[in-house]
């Protein structure tokens, strides 16, 4: 346990040899800065070192790299000493170390130590090293490669941009990611872009998959492509905030699909934004799209949003993907732009069709897998070519006629239909499916036999499907017909 007594978490896995150099660079550093603890020798010291790779999102800032964690003995807190890149001079590592380790002190109960660093620091400036001869780097020893850090409790610090407080470590304005709110020595490890793909200055687009490999935890050290960069994809990591955004105003395209992201932040900083991808996220809320005026295609399946909102400005809008979340109502798509072209809302809560009559230019509509009953509130759909209502409660086929110019799919799956009437009004359809219904004779299939372009039909697990003949009859029945359920014919 900690001089506190709390207790300290497993030191990081690594072997023993990148262990002790660690120890010899971190003694190294302590020389070089100055003052220890009264009555604490180096030798007496005990201490666990962790290394959180760090960045700073400001240009004119030190570029942080790491930060060492020293516990000593007679402590009753922590010390936290920063460690500065091997690029950054002397002068640069020793004031950021100074400052934390001034910082620290104050902070313990041992105030003879804070008012010995206190007056150290203002007799050689706060910059250089206590030895006027020292021309070296804080670390005289070569830095080591980076550990996995692993979580501790404790104060906050704040170096340039970025805090370390407790076992949570945040760029900018913070935020915890919740697998890391217990304080448990499970908590994840601090990596950024950079630590796992190609951030180079000049670089149009940076597209990093996290699905096999190490996963990006805080966006930041981003601020060198602000100029140049079109396109950001962050897909299957464990990232939970929208932060370290800022500065690229370029971005058209922000994809963080498959993190933990609950937030729409930072959006209004990217004003030529025109696809937004973070499906798969944790998100609640959408209102902040609308700082967004340029966009033209969102995705925000699989998030936890229960109104469609802000819509109204985005007058380029075409498609919009919301499947997934515990939206109940169509309202906020009645402002929507008559340029939307596909909206998808499968798998939420939806009771009616309606508040569709401003969407002229609908090509696309998906309502499966919610709790529709009927078919209604088509009139502006006169464009119309694929209508997805599968998985709901519907037992008729109605209101198509709007669009039976130009609808050519319709998806009526695992509904409770008895009967195909109702389809002969749409002249051009070329796929229907009705699997999982309850068609239960040839009768009811005669509405089909008057489309001319019908080529393909689903009727699996419905009553008629168990019919020896029923292959080889609805063939003859419907001749364009070139496949039947998953095989052709």
Known sequence: ESASGGKRPALAPAAPEVLERIKVWTREAIKNIGPWSPGVSLDDVSFEIYVRQLSCRKPDCVPLETVVLLLGNGWHERAEILQAAAEVTAEESTLAARQLWEAASKRAKNQEAAASIESDAHTNGGILPRDPSTTTAVVSAPPPPPLPPMASSGTLTTIGAVSVQGNVVSSG????????????????????PRDVGEVDAGAVDVYIVGTNGRKITVIAGLDHLGPTLDELVLRSHVINRMEGLSSLARLTKLELYDNQVEE????????????????????HTMPLVAECPLLEEIYLAQNKISKIEGLESLSRLRKIDLGGNRIRSLAGVAGASASLEELWLGSNKI??????????????????????????????????EELYLSNNGILLVE???????????????????????????????????????KVANFDALEPLVTLPLLTCVYLEHNPIAKDFEYRRRLKQMIPTLIQIDADPC
Not at 264 to 283: A, I, K, Q, W
């Open 399 to 437: 209101g198509l006629e709007p669009a039976s110019a130009t609808l050519n799919t319709v998806d009526l799956s695992h509904n409770r239909l008895t009967t195909t009437e109702g389809f002969q009004i749409a002249t051009k359809l070329e796929e229907v499916w009705i699997g999982s219904n």
């Open 173 to 192: 304005g913070g935020g915890q990611n919740p697998r890391e709110a217990d304080g448990g020595a499970d908590a994840m490890e601090v990596v950024l």
């Open 264 to 283: 729409l932040e930072e959006l209004g900083s990217m004003p030529l934004l025109t696809v937004l991808d973070l499906s798969y996220n944790m998100v």
């Open 351 to 384: 009771t009616r069709m309606e508040h569709l009559s401003n969407l002229k230019g609908l090509r696309r509509l998906d309502l499966q897998s919610n709790r529709i009953s009927k078919i209604e509130n088509l009139e502006a759909q006169t464009v119309l």
